[in-house]
């Protein structure tokens, strides 16, 4: 513990207040936009994706469209689906 403090204090109370202040004062992003990186590799690749549904239901394609609310999966030999967002449990990739 000592040597904790040994690495700011030199002994002047004002750099160990700014030392202190600027320690706590640092949040967290809001957002981190991995998730439109991660939605955007998807689309470009054709990646095939599993969704889980909060309802525990699984539908597979591939995603071609995104935005805020929603997501748009085409499915081969199956209708379109736009798939709200909150209703989304999580998506994996689905090997080919």
Known sequence: MEILTNLHDDGNPETDNAFMASKSSKKAPEQTFEEVKYLR??????????????????????????????????????????????????IFETPQ
């Open 41 to 90: 590799y998807l689309i470009d690749n054709g990646v095939p994706v599993s969704i889980r549904l909060s309802d525990n239901e699984e539908v597979h394609g591939t995603i071609e469209f995104f935005d805020s609310n929603l997501i748009r999966l085409t499915r081969g030999g199956a209708p379109n689906l736009f798939l709200y967002k909150h209703e989304i449990k999580y």
